[in-house]
T-cell receptor, first 113, second 113 residues
């Protein structure tokens, strides 16, 4: 099993460009999450999906959109990248209804110039 | 608002015991989780407390007091590989059964020989 995978691992964008971060899991997760982590900071929730077909905003949703394509895949889109979105992005999933034991992907390191 | 407080840095020596505290002020508290993150890596789940008391998993233990809005992670027989950041995270009730995690800023643990 691959667990939770994220692509790409690294990305450099120019201000105003768009891109989609991909996340896929083969752990039968019901709930999936997108976080960003800035240097020396904890994780901040961007969006989450409690089940296939549903998405909800987290703490910092502005500038992002998500799509829960099916149970396995949960993508994060930046429509018009800004330097403030330079961060490490983590996707995570959990099997149960609750969020507590989350399994994380390796992260995407995004730089916006 | 929601807030979690934990020390920013802790230093200890190999073989010692260290306790990392976490106090929280949140609404809709459901449980307290602990995660470990090595530099450049993704967070990994360590433990969860939904009820008051102590949970033990090998060298790691976690404690929760809901009445005091307080918990801690206890690491025993410290090893060099335990040098990492440790995050506490609170589960909040969301809409319906949608729960999500709010994260502390993390405690950087340095284990010295």
């Amino acid at each position: 099993n691959a667990g939770v995978t994220q692509t790409p691992k690294f990305q450099v964008l120019k201000t105003g460009q768009s891109m989609t971060l991909q996340c896929a899991q083969d752990m039968n997760h019901n709930s999936m999450y997108w976080y960003r982590q800035d240097p020396g900071m904890g994780l901040r929730l961007i969006y989450y999906s409690a089940s296939e077909g549903t998405t909800d905003k987290g703490e910092v949703p502005n500038g992002y959109n998500v799509s829960r394509l099916n149970k396995r895949e949960f993508s994060l889109r930046l429509e018009s990248a800004a330097p403030s979105q330079t961060s490490v992005y983590f996707c995570a999933g959990t099997v149960g209804v609750g969020p507590d034991e989350q399994f994380f992907g390796p992260g995407t390191r995004l730089t916006v110039l | 608002g929601q807030s979690l407080e934990q020390p920013s840095e802790v230093t200890a020596v190999e073989g010692a015991i260290v306790q990392i505290n976490c106090t929280y002020q949140t609404s809709g508290f459901y449980g307290l989780s602990w995660y470990q993150q090595h530099d450049g890596g993704a967070p990994t789940f360590l433990s969860y407390n939904g009820l008051d008391g102590l949970e033990e998993t090998g060298r790691f233990s976690s404690f929760l007091s809901r009445s005091d809005s307080y918990g801690y992670l206890l690491l025993q027989e410290l090893q060099m590989k335990d040098s990492a950041s440790y995050f506490c995270a609170v589960s909040l009730n969301g809409a319906g059964n949608n729960r999500k995690l709010i994260w502390g800023l993390g405690t950087s643990l340095a284990v010295n020989p």
